[in-house]
């Protein structure tokens, strides 16, 4: 069965040179775009994790009592929320990567200890965490002073305001935005392959390079790709929204 | 309970927005009201851009002069180029967003009429065309047209080669296209339902409700989110670079290479990118903000 | 104009005949039945008033007369022209039925004058001095003069109301319909409203209005039809209605209202 779709795939690529489906008869190419699709994935579940950790983070870091670390904070927001994630990406592996530390396993090679995807990790995490921050504040502050006053007057301790009041609020206020940013983020994954970290896009752009017929194939492939994926993923968020939303609650 | 208007009212809108005359229209998400990109950006004070200078140019004086080289020579090096980075470099993004927002707002308007169009057919067309490009990666819609969009065309005997830039145009305007898309369907929908049924109930054909009822009362409503999409835009210009076009970042590329690639070098080439763009887009949200303010006392 | 009314009006319809005629209507929104068998005759010239609790299926049952919601069975007739049918020419239908609504929908863009010259010279195509001096005098019917300019945004809601109403007549209707359109106005803005509809009925406009003001639809209703629950329970002139109900849900409602 997939023998003979594999042999039609491959006729089809003999008769028509410009739709030559690589990736469907030749298992190296097959590989490569597993690969490719897989540090995808690693890629933009790490960003998601540790920008939301930053967000948090920040966010807490934000309502601080010293105005130096507001100030750093803040300084932080502007100036990766207002360059280009491009020029971040070039700036973080490129400029600051030489003056990270390198090691040597073979006593020949000089292998700095943060790779390419270790960069592109950083980097697009802290891009997306700067609008997480944001976000979270955000939430934060959608609370109205009254029902904390109520909760208060309930005889309920600070932190248990916080946690059984504020934050199941303000985590559903983030929430639309926050799963825009995410879904933000995963699409600009495909920009790592300014460092040439081998995720999708890398992948499917260097099949193309080498076999000049599998083009189209290869452009349909990542169109196909990138949509379901983040439809996959929207749908998902969409889905979560709506198991948390309270009847009633923020229209 | 009221009159359903094809492609235009989304269950008990009307009634929401009746009560809640702006709060609730603005605060839903996806309208034209959701500016977080340019809330954030107009929201910072001036001189943190002097700071964010300040820091990116004091970071590698700390980790400088290694070699002959120094951070001394790098930046003596950016100010040599530096005219010959905007000239050439940054105007061509500039002129790249400025065509690119042309054609992804003619493209957008249509596209966003359609998603309120009274035939079902033209709004399942127009939907999935937006939602098409909305979500796939710029990067990707870009490799897409850049790649397999020709590179010549023969009218006749002569052949007109078409540049590279503007194919980039042309691939950038897809996602721009489909984003106005929905901010022009956003603003539709949140003119309340009670002015397409007054409208209606004066004998006003749809075409006269859109054109001379409603859409005049939430053009000034796109205007910030059209803004937005502008420095969002503005900020993804840079990525025509990994297609070979020559703007800021290529541009850079080459005139680092043209010094002899001194590492040296890449803190004050890659950082004066950053800072340009940053000087760039920030007025643009400072103003975008102070109309999306001014708009909002109106309504 | 005289072949407007040629062409508007039904085939074998004379003013001796009902302007507006229900017959047996039934409208639900998915599952809510919201009108379940509903029929009344209006005459021209008479004022008709619809009360009854709210979610009753009133708003719902004049918003079925100029077609801005559909039935799913019965006739409703204006002007001996049937509204329940495909081929119908909404258009024409809204020419001779004028609507205001409860929350006045005034165009936010336009001041009061363009408001209300808006559809005449845009829908009637109607030169624009003579719809200019029309709207002035509409404007002083309804007691705004000197407000013309104003935008709707700088008015009350009463004044805004009275726009409302100047606009539907500005397109000359044969019939008006009024839905609740003092439900959202304060009590003291109240007032001039209903003196505003009070002159158009003295005038011998067929007036249709859903309406909470018991006090108004006594002085000024020729017949009052009160509906629960998607039927009309009972129906009467107002010397009798409000004396002699019969139905208990008719009088527990009085009860309450009065």
């Known amino acids: 069965m997939i023998e003979s779709v594999q042999a039609w795939f491959r006729t089809l690529a003999d008769t028509h040179p410009k739709w030559n489906f690589i990736y469907l008869y030749d298992p190296v190419q097959t590989a490569r775009i597993g690969e490719g699709l ?14 939301v ?27 990766f929320r207002n360059t280009p994630p491009l020029i971040q990406l070039l700036f973080f592996y490129f400029a600051l990567g030489q003056f990270t530390p390198t090691y040597s396993p073979d006593g020949w090679l000089e292998v700095p200890i943060i790779s390419n995807v270790g960069w592109a990790i950083i980097s697009l995490s802290f891009f997306a965490g700067a609008f997480n921050v ?8 959608a609370i109205p002073e009254s029902t904390r006053e109520a909760a208060d007057s309930l005889g309920m301790s600070r932190l248990q305001i916080y946690v059984y009041v504020v934050l199941p609020l303000a985590f559903r206020v983030s929430l639309p935005a926050l799963n825009n940013n995410l879904v933000n983020l995963v699409k600009t994954t495909t920009q790592a392959i300014v460092i040439a970290v ?33 439809g996959v993923l929207v749908l998902g968020m969409n889905r979560w929204e709506r198991a948390l939303r309270i009847p009633g609650y923020g229209g | 309970m009221r009159a359903r208007i094809p492609g235009v009212d989304a269950a008990a809108r009307s009634d929401l927005a009746v009560l809640l005359p702006s709060r609730a229209r603005d605060r839903a998400p996806g309208r034209p009201g959701d500016l977080a990109f340019s809330r954030w950006l107009g929201s910072t004070a001036p001189w943190r851009l002097v700071l964010v200078v300040a820091l990116v140019a004091a970071w590698p004086f700390a980790a400088a002069a290694q070699s002959g080289f120094t951070m001394g020579h790098a930046f003596e090096a950016l100010w040599r180029w530096l005219p010959f980075l905007v000239t050439k470099g940054f105007a061509m993004n500039v002129v790249i967003s400025f065509l690119t927002m042309a054609i992804g707002t003619a493209g957008g308007v249509v596209l966003g009429l359609w998603q309120v169009s009274p035939s079902a057919a033209a709004r399942r067309v127009a939907w999935a065309l ?12 870009l490799f897409i047209v850049m790649l397999t969009f020709p590179f010549q065309v023969e009218v006749g005997s002569t052949v007109i080669f078409i540049p590279d830039w503007t194919k980039a145009v042309f691939g950038l305007s897809l996602p721009v296209m489909a984003n106005l898309s929905e901010v022009v369907r956003g603003a539709v929908q949140s003119v309340p339902t009670g002015q397409w049924e007054a409208a209606e109930s004066l004998a006003f054909s749809r075409r006269q409700i859109l054109w001379r009822i409603v859409l005049p009362q939430c053009f000034k409503r796109m205007v910030p989110p059209w803004m937005n999409w502008y420095a969002i835009l503005t900020m993804a210009t840079p990525l025509v670079s990994l297609l070979g076009v020559e703007e800021l970042v290529t541009l850079s590329r080459q005139a680092m290479e043209a010094e002899d690639n001194h590492p040296e070098l890449l803190v004050p080439f890659f950082g004066f990118a950053l800072v340009i763009f940053f000087a760039y887009c920030y007025p643009i949200a400072r103003w975008t903000i102070a109309l999306e303010r001014r708009f909002a006392v109106k309504l | 104009m005289s072949s407007r ?19 047996d209507v039934y409208k639900s929104f998915g599952e809510l039945e919201v009108l379940r068998g509903v029929s009344f005759e209006v005459m021209k010239g008479e004022v008709v008033c619809i009360i009854g609790p709210s979610g009753s299926g009133k708003s719902t049952l004049i918003r079925c007369v100029n077609a801005l919601n559909s039935i799913d069975s019965g006739s409703i007739r204006v002007e001996g022209q049937e509204v329940h049918d495909p081929d119908l020419d909404k258009l024409e239908l809204r ?43 509409l404007i002083r019917k309804v007691r705004l003069e000197g407000k013309e300019d104003s935008f709707p945004g700088e008015l009350s809601g009463g004044q805004q109301q009275r726009v409302a109403i100047a606009r539907s007549l500005a397109m000359r209707p044969d019939i008006m319909l009024f839905d609740e359109i003092t439900a959202a106005l304060d009590p003291e803005t109240v007032k001039e409203v209903l003196v505003t509809i009070r002159e158009l009925a003295e005038e011998g406009m067929t007036c249709i209005l859903v309406t909470h003001e018991m006090g108004f639809a006594r002085e000024l209703a020729n017949h009052i039809y009160f509906t629960d629950r998607g039927v009309i329970v009972e129906h009467g002139p107002p010397a009798t209605f409000f004396t002699e109900a019969k139905d208990p849900r008719t009088r527990e409602f009085l009860s309450q209202i009065l």
């Open chain 1, 198 to 230: 081998p995720e999708l896009l890398y992948q499917l752009v260097s099949i193309y390079n080498d076999y000049s017929t599998a083009q189209n194939a290869c452009m349909l492939l990542m169109f196909v790709v990138y949509i379901t994926l983040v």
């Open chain 3, 95 to 137: 020419r001779k039925v004028g609507m205001v609504f409860q929350q006045y929908n005034l165009f936010p863009h336009k001041t009061a004058i363009e408001n209300v010259m808006m559809a005449p010279v845009l829908v009637l195509k109607e030169p624009k001095g003579e719809v200019e001096a029309r709207a002035r005098a």
């Open chain 1, 134 to 141: 944001e976000i979270f504040r955000a939430g934060i502050e």
């Open chain 2, 130 to 141: 937006t939602q098409a490009f909305r979500n796939s990666p710029w990067l990707v819609l």
């Open chain 3, 5 to 23: 009314e040629a062409t508007m009006n039904g085939p074998d319809w004379d003013p001796s005949q009902p302007i507006v005629s229900i017959r």
């Open chain 1, 38 to 51: 897989w540090m995808t994935l690693q890629l933009s579940v790490a960003c998601v994790v540790f920008s």
């Open chain 1, 53 to 79: 950790l930053i967000g948090v983070t920040g966010a807490w870091l934000q309502g601080s009592q010293h105005a130096a670390v507001r100030a750093f904070v803040q300084g932080y927001i502007q100036f």
